[in-house]
Protein backbone atom coordinates (compact mmCIF):
# COMPACT_ATOMS: atom_id res chain seq x y z
CA UNK A 1 0.00 0.00 0.00
CA UNK A 2 1.41 3.61 -1.05
CA UNK A 3 1.75 6.30 1.29
CA UNK A 4 -0.71 8.32 -0.45
CA UNK A 5 -3.10 5.71 -0.29
CA UNK A 6 -2.45 4.91 3.37
CA UNK A 7 -2.94 8.99 3.66
CA UNK A 8 -6.46 8.85 1.85
CA UNK A 9 -7.78 6.01 3.86
CA UNK A 10 -7.17 7.28 7.40
CA UNK A 11 -8.70 10.94 5.64
CA UNK A 12 -11.70 8.58 4.45
CA UNK A 13 -11.81 7.20 8.25
CA UNK A 14 -11.63 10.71 10.04
CA UNK A 15 -14.07 12.46 7.90
CA UNK A 16 -17.00 9.36 8.37
CA UNK A 17 -16.37 9.67 12.39
CA UNK A 18 -16.96 13.64 11.50
CA UNK A 19 -19.82 12.67 9.86
CA UNK A 20 -21.03 10.37 12.36
CA UNK A 21 -21.21 12.57 15.42
CA UNK A 22 -24.76 13.45 16.91
CA UNK A 23 -25.29 16.17 14.49
CA UNK A 24 -26.25 16.69 10.94
CA UNK A 25 -23.71 16.57 8.32
CA UNK A 26 -21.52 19.55 7.77
CA UNK A 27 -23.47 21.20 10.78
CA UNK A 28 -20.10 22.65 12.54
CA UNK A 29 -18.96 23.73 9.51
CA UNK A 30 -15.35 25.08 10.05
CA UNK A 31 -15.05 23.09 13.17
CA UNK A 32 -15.13 19.93 11.05
CA UNK A 33 -12.80 21.26 8.43
CA UNK A 34 -10.14 22.41 11.51
CA UNK A 35 -10.51 18.63 13.41
CA UNK A 36 -10.11 16.89 10.23
CA UNK A 37 -6.53 18.90 9.56
CA UNK A 38 -5.87 18.36 13.25
CA UNK A 39 -6.20 14.74 12.97
CA UNK A 40 -4.05 14.94 9.89
CA UNK A 41 -1.13 16.40 11.10
CA UNK A 42 -0.85 13.94 14.31
CA UNK A 43 -2.46 11.53 11.69
CA UNK A 44 -4.64 10.48 14.92
CA UNK A 45 -8.61 9.59 15.69
CA UNK A 46 -8.14 11.17 19.03
CA UNK A 47 -5.92 14.19 18.59
CA UNK A 48 -4.61 15.95 21.83
CA UNK A 49 -3.58 19.49 22.54
CA UNK A 50 -0.23 19.57 25.45
CA UNK A 51 1.33 22.39 26.66
CA UNK A 52 0.32 25.26 24.19
CA UNK A 53 3.23 28.09 23.93
CA UNK A 54 2.65 31.49 21.70
CA UNK A 55 6.44 32.84 21.28
CA UNK A 56 7.12 36.35 20.88
CA UNK A 57 10.40 37.26 19.05
CA UNK A 58 11.52 41.18 19.61
CA UNK A 59 13.58 43.06 17.24
CA UNK A 60 14.15 46.91 16.55
CA UNK A 61 14.54 47.67 12.39
CA UNK A 62 16.88 50.41 11.16
CA UNK A 63 14.28 51.85 8.67
CA UNK A 64 12.05 53.32 11.59
CA UNK A 65 14.96 55.91 11.15
CA UNK A 66 13.02 56.73 8.20
CA UNK A 67 9.72 57.65 9.91
CA UNK A 68 8.06 54.87 8.16
CA UNK A 69 6.49 54.53 12.02
CA UNK A 70 3.61 56.09 14.09
CA UNK A 71 5.83 55.46 16.83
CA UNK A 72 9.53 55.74 18.12
CA UNK A 73 11.60 52.92 17.91
CA UNK A 74 12.16 53.14 21.47
CA UNK A 75 8.44 51.51 21.93
CA UNK A 76 9.89 48.07 20.71
CA UNK A 77 11.98 47.92 24.19
CA UNK A 78 9.21 49.55 26.45
CA UNK A 79 6.85 46.66 25.22
CA UNK A 80 8.78 43.78 25.70
CA UNK A 81 8.96 45.27 29.67
CA UNK A 82 5.54 45.37 29.12
CA UNK A 83 5.01 41.80 27.97
CA UNK A 84 7.39 40.77 31.18
CA UNK A 85 5.61 42.77 33.18
CA UNK A 86 1.46 41.11 32.21
CA UNK A 87 0.48 43.99 31.01
CA UNK A 88 -0.22 43.56 27.23
CA UNK A 89 -2.98 42.41 25.30
CA UNK A 90 -1.19 39.31 24.51
CA UNK A 91 -0.46 38.30 27.98
CA UNK A 92 -4.25 38.94 28.75
CA UNK A 93 -5.47 36.48 25.80
CA UNK A 94 -2.62 33.93 27.26
CA UNK A 95 -4.00 33.62 30.55
CA UNK A 96 -7.53 33.74 29.69
CA UNK A 97 -6.99 30.60 27.08
CA UNK A 98 -4.06 28.58 29.05
CA UNK A 99 -0.92 29.46 26.67
CA UNK A 100 1.94 29.30 28.04
CA UNK A 101 4.13 32.75 27.14
CA UNK A 102 7.96 33.26 26.24
CA UNK A 103 9.48 36.49 25.06
CA UNK A 104 13.11 36.46 22.56
CA UNK A 105 14.95 39.38 22.19
CA UNK A 106 16.81 38.14 18.99
CA UNK A 107 17.61 42.24 18.26
CA UNK A 108 16.02 44.89 20.37
CA UNK A 109 18.07 47.97 20.74
CA UNK A 110 18.90 48.07 24.79
CA UNK A 111 19.26 44.90 27.21
CA UNK A 112 17.19 43.37 29.63
CA UNK A 113 17.44 41.07 32.93
CA UNK A 114 17.01 37.46 32.11
CA UNK A 115 13.64 36.87 34.25
CA UNK A 116 10.62 34.97 34.58
CA UNK A 117 7.35 36.64 36.02
CA UNK A 118 4.09 34.73 36.06
CA UNK A 119 3.04 33.41 32.72
CA UNK A 120 6.09 34.75 30.66
CA UNK A 121 9.69 34.14 30.05
CA UNK A 122 12.35 36.39 28.80
CA UNK A 123 15.25 34.71 26.66
CA UNK A 124 17.72 36.31 25.58
CA UNK A 125 19.26 35.18 22.48
CA UNK A 126 20.57 38.68 20.64
CA UNK A 127 22.28 39.00 17.31
CA UNK A 128 22.43 42.63 16.67
CA UNK A 129 20.74 45.82 18.37
CA UNK A 130 18.50 46.27 15.45
CA UNK A 131 18.33 45.60 11.78
CA UNK A 132 20.33 48.06 9.80
CA UNK A 133 18.93 51.08 8.03
CA UNK A 134 17.60 49.02 4.48
CA UNK A 135 17.51 51.90 2.66
CA UNK A 136 21.47 52.38 2.50
CA UNK A 137 22.19 48.75 2.96
CA UNK A 138 21.14 44.72 4.04
CA UNK A 139 19.40 44.90 6.64
CA UNK A 140 21.28 41.54 7.85
CA UNK A 141 23.95 40.00 6.65
CA UNK A 142 23.22 36.21 5.68
CA UNK A 143 25.09 35.00 8.70
CA UNK A 144 22.72 37.12 11.10
CA UNK A 145 19.94 36.06 9.47
CA UNK A 146 20.45 32.06 9.47
CA UNK A 147 21.55 33.04 13.29
CA UNK A 148 18.46 34.66 13.83
CA UNK A 149 16.41 31.91 12.26
CA UNK A 150 18.44 29.59 14.38
CA UNK A 151 17.16 31.74 16.76
CA UNK A 152 13.45 30.40 16.29
CA UNK A 153 14.50 26.71 15.61
CA UNK A 154 16.30 26.89 18.89
CA UNK A 155 13.18 27.98 21.11
CA UNK A 156 10.46 25.40 18.81
CA UNK A 157 12.93 22.75 20.24
CA UNK A 158 12.76 23.65 23.57
CA UNK A 159 9.17 23.79 23.94
CA UNK A 160 9.01 20.80 21.98
CA UNK A 161 10.82 19.22 25.13
CA UNK A 162 8.64 20.83 27.34
CA UNK A 163 6.03 18.30 25.43
CA UNK A 164 4.20 20.81 23.66
CA UNK A 165 2.45 20.28 20.33
CA UNK A 166 0.65 23.39 19.39
CA UNK A 167 2.74 26.63 18.81
CA UNK A 168 2.23 30.42 18.14
CA UNK A 169 4.16 33.07 16.82
CA UNK A 170 4.15 36.70 17.77
CA UNK A 171 6.90 39.52 17.22
CA UNK A 172 7.31 43.24 18.23
CA UNK A 173 9.28 45.68 16.31
CA UNK A 174 8.65 49.09 15.35
CA UNK A 175 8.79 49.77 11.75
CA UNK A 176 8.34 45.52 11.24
CA UNK A 177 5.01 45.97 8.81
CA UNK A 178 7.89 48.04 6.41
CA UNK A 179 9.53 44.60 6.28
CA UNK A 180 6.73 42.92 5.75
CA UNK A 181 5.52 44.40 2.84
CA UNK A 182 8.79 44.34 1.23
CA UNK A 183 9.07 40.54 1.90
CA UNK A 184 5.32 40.02 0.40
CA UNK A 185 6.15 42.34 -2.76
CA UNK A 186 8.65 40.77 -3.84
CA UNK A 187 7.94 36.62 -2.90
CA UNK A 188 4.40 37.27 -4.59
CA UNK A 189 5.22 39.44 -7.28
CA UNK A 190 2.22 41.81 -6.20
CA UNK A 191 2.72 45.74 -6.74
CA UNK A 192 4.13 47.37 -3.40
CA UNK A 193 1.38 49.89 -3.37
CA UNK A 194 -1.09 46.66 -2.59
CA UNK A 195 1.47 45.70 0.38
CA UNK A 196 1.57 48.59 2.15
CA UNK A 197 -0.51 49.84 4.63
CA UNK A 198 -0.36 51.92 7.65
CA UNK A 199 1.21 50.19 10.43
CA UNK A 200 0.97 51.35 13.83
CA UNK A 201 -1.70 54.05 11.97
CA UNK A 202 -0.03 56.55 10.09
CA UNK A 203 -2.07 59.44 8.61
CA UNK A 204 -2.24 59.76 5.05
CA UNK A 205 0.97 61.82 4.91
CA UNK A 206 2.74 59.05 6.76
CA UNK A 207 1.04 55.95 4.82
CA UNK A 208 2.42 58.49 1.67
CA UNK A 209 5.64 58.53 3.00
CA UNK A 210 6.22 55.14 3.80
CA UNK A 211 5.21 53.90 0.56
CA UNK A 212 8.20 56.26 -1.06
CA UNK A 213 10.70 55.17 1.08
CA UNK A 214 9.98 51.38 0.32
CA UNK A 215 9.94 51.73 -3.18
CA UNK A 216 13.24 53.38 -3.02
CA UNK A 217 14.19 50.07 -1.22
CA UNK A 218 12.75 47.87 -3.72
CA UNK A 219 14.21 49.54 -6.52
CA UNK A 220 17.40 49.26 -4.80
CA UNK A 221 17.51 45.93 -4.35
CA UNK A 222 15.44 44.68 -7.69
CA UNK A 223 17.88 41.77 -8.47
CA UNK A 224 17.60 40.20 -5.03
CA UNK A 225 14.97 37.18 -5.58
CA UNK A 226 16.36 34.27 -3.96
CA UNK A 227 14.11 33.87 -0.83
CA UNK A 228 16.99 33.95 1.91
CA UNK A 229 18.44 36.93 0.46
CA UNK A 230 15.01 39.16 0.31
CA UNK A 231 14.52 37.88 3.72
CA UNK A 232 17.75 38.93 4.65
CA UNK A 233 18.59 42.29 2.64
CA UNK A 234 14.77 42.83 3.51
CA UNK A 235 13.66 41.61 6.62
CA UNK A 236 13.74 41.98 10.82
CA UNK A 237 15.72 39.65 12.54
CA UNK A 238 12.41 38.77 14.69
CA UNK A 239 10.41 37.65 11.37
CA UNK A 240 13.84 35.58 10.51
CA UNK A 241 13.31 33.98 14.05
CA UNK A 242 9.97 33.29 13.10
CA UNK A 243 10.56 31.83 9.54
CA UNK A 244 12.91 29.35 11.58
CA UNK A 245 10.60 28.71 14.14
CA UNK A 246 8.19 27.81 11.64
CA UNK A 247 10.02 25.48 9.58
CA UNK A 248 11.65 23.69 12.93
CA UNK A 249 7.78 23.16 13.95
CA UNK A 250 6.61 21.63 10.60
CA UNK A 251 9.86 19.95 10.96
CA UNK A 252 8.27 18.74 14.66
CA UNK A 253 5.06 18.18 13.25
CA UNK A 254 3.40 20.86 15.16
CA UNK A 255 0.38 22.83 15.04
CA UNK A 256 1.04 26.02 13.72
CA UNK A 257 -1.02 28.74 14.58
CA UNK A 258 -0.40 31.93 12.33
CA UNK A 259 -0.93 35.18 13.02
CA UNK A 260 -1.14 38.45 11.01
CA UNK A 261 0.42 40.60 8.57
CA UNK A 262 4.07 39.74 10.12
CA UNK A 263 3.83 36.31 10.63
CA UNK A 264 2.20 35.74 7.46
CA UNK A 265 5.29 37.60 6.09
CA UNK A 266 7.05 35.39 7.74
CA UNK A 267 5.58 31.85 6.51
CA UNK A 268 5.73 33.67 3.05
CA UNK A 269 9.38 32.59 3.23
CA UNK A 270 9.16 29.78 5.37
CA UNK A 271 6.95 28.25 2.39
CA UNK A 272 9.08 29.54 -0.73
CA UNK A 273 11.75 27.61 1.26
CA UNK A 274 9.54 25.02 2.59
CA UNK A 275 6.11 24.75 0.83
CA UNK A 276 4.48 21.78 2.82
CA UNK A 277 4.99 23.68 5.49
CA UNK A 278 1.50 24.89 5.34
CA UNK A 279 0.11 21.73 5.94
CA UNK A 280 0.60 22.47 9.53
CA UNK A 281 -0.76 25.54 9.58
CA UNK A 282 -3.82 26.86 11.56
CA UNK A 283 -4.61 31.12 9.93
CA UNK A 284 -5.88 32.59 12.92
CA UNK A 285 -7.21 35.44 11.81
CA UNK A 286 -7.28 38.33 8.56
CA UNK A 287 -5.76 41.51 9.80
CA UNK A 288 -6.91 44.75 9.36
CA UNK A 289 -3.34 45.29 7.84
CA UNK A 290 -4.11 46.47 4.13
CA UNK A 291 -2.24 43.43 2.22
CA UNK A 292 -2.90 40.87 4.63
CA UNK A 293 -5.86 39.05 2.41
CA UNK A 294 -4.31 39.01 -0.32
CA UNK A 295 -1.40 37.47 1.11
CA UNK A 296 -4.08 34.58 2.61
CA UNK A 297 -5.29 34.58 -1.01
CA UNK A 298 -1.66 33.56 -2.40
CA UNK A 299 -1.28 31.02 -0.05
CA UNK A 300 -4.62 29.85 -0.47
CA UNK A 301 -5.65 29.75 2.78
CA UNK A 302 -8.79 30.35 4.91
CA UNK A 303 -8.88 32.01 8.29
CA UNK A 304 -11.09 31.17 11.55
CA UNK A 305 -11.08 34.83 12.70
CA UNK A 306 -12.06 38.30 10.91
CA UNK A 307 -12.08 40.95 13.88
CA UNK A 308 -10.30 43.90 12.31
CA UNK A 309 -7.64 43.18 14.54
CA UNK A 310 -4.05 44.78 13.68
CA UNK A 311 -1.62 44.32 16.71
CA UNK A 312 0.92 42.14 16.38
CA UNK A 313 2.19 40.15 19.30
CA UNK A 314 0.36 36.84 18.76
CA UNK A 315 -3.04 38.19 19.99
CA UNK A 316 -5.19 36.22 16.96
CA UNK A 317 -3.43 32.96 17.84
CA UNK A 318 -4.32 33.68 21.11
CA UNK A 319 -7.79 34.45 20.48
CA UNK A 320 -8.04 31.78 17.66
CA UNK A 321 -6.96 28.76 20.32
CA UNK A 322 -10.60 27.92 21.78
CA UNK A 323 -11.72 27.06 18.57
CA UNK A 324 -8.86 24.70 18.11
CA UNK A 325 -9.89 23.26 21.53
CA UNK A 326 -13.42 22.85 20.01
CA UNK A 327 -12.50 21.09 17.00
CA UNK A 328 -10.42 18.64 19.18
CA UNK A 329 -13.39 18.02 21.97
CA UNK A 330 -15.63 17.52 19.01
CA UNK A 331 -13.60 14.90 17.44
CA UNK A 332 -12.73 13.40 20.75
CA UNK A 333 -15.15 13.73 23.10
CA UNK A 334 -18.98 14.18 21.04
CA UNK A 335 -20.96 11.29 20.98
CA UNK A 336 -22.16 9.42 17.46
CA UNK A 337 -24.84 8.41 15.94
CA UNK A 338 -24.30 4.41 16.59
CA UNK A 339 -24.33 5.42 20.37
CA UNK A 340 -28.21 6.81 20.21
Not at 4 to 28: M, V
Not at 31 to 47: C, G, H, N, V, Y
Not at 127 to 136: E, F, K, Q, V, Y
Request: charged share 15%; with cysteine; glycine share 10%.
Amino acid sequence: MTVAHENNTFESTIRQRIDNKTKPLGALGRLEELALQIALIQQSETPVLTNPHLIIFAADHGIAAEGVSAYPAGVTYGMVNNFMAGGAAINVFCRQNGLKLLVCDVGVVGTFDANTSGNETLVKYKIRPGTRNMRHEPAMTLDECAAAMDAGRTLVNGVCYRDCNIVGFGEMGIGNTSAAALLMHRLTGLPLEQCVGRGTGVDDAGLARKLAVLQDVAHKYTDVTDPMAVLATMGGLEIAAIVGGMLQAAENNLIILVDGFIATSALLVAHALNPDVLRNCIFCHQSDEAGHWLMLEFLHARPLLNLNLRLGEGTGCALAYPLVQAAVGMLTDMATMDSL
